[in-house]
């Protein structure tokens, strides 16, 4: 049976066996120490047993003259665990736990041609919006 836990410094014990294709990476202890002890951020995890096999990484946009907004940086789900409900259920619980912190807006990207991403966002009732994305190395 699958369960979500969210992970803090206190449950960071559950990263210790996780199953392959759930992180773009392997996690480095230093930055998973700075990312806890940011409290914007938000990670769930989806557990089979002591395995974690799916991830929904967040950030909590607080803004100075609106609601604060969710952003669903990556959700990823183990290619051993796919089209069980996984991802739905880990998007799911962070809608819910957006509202708890006041958030009016849940939002997130994929690339066009991420067909299991798209069809599972449509599957979800979201609105598709045409954004133009830039980014810069540092």
Do not use: C
């Not at 773009?24 to 989806?46: C, G, I, N, R, W």
């Amino acid at each position: 049976m699958i369960s979500l836990r969210i992970i803090t410094s206190e449950t960071a014990d559950l990263l210790a066996r996780i199953a392959p294709g759930v992180f773009d990476h392997p996690l480095k202890p230093e930055h998973l120490s700075e990312f806890l002890a940011d409290p914007a951020q938000h990670l769930t995890v989806a557990m089979d047993g002591a395995l974690v096999v799916g991830q929904l990484k967040a950030v909590l946009h607080r803004h100075p003259d609106k609601s604060p907004s969710l952003y669903v940086e990556e959700l990823g789900v183990s290619p051993t665990h796919q089209r069980r409900g996984i991802a739905k259920d880990l998007f799911l619980h962070a809608k819910s736990y957006a509202a708890t912190l006041g958030a009016r807006e849940i939002w997130l990207a994929t690339e066009p041609d991420n067909t299991a991403a798209n069809a599972l966002y449509k599957s979800l009732d979201l609105s598709p919006e045409h954004v133009v994305v830039y980014s810069a190395g540092l």
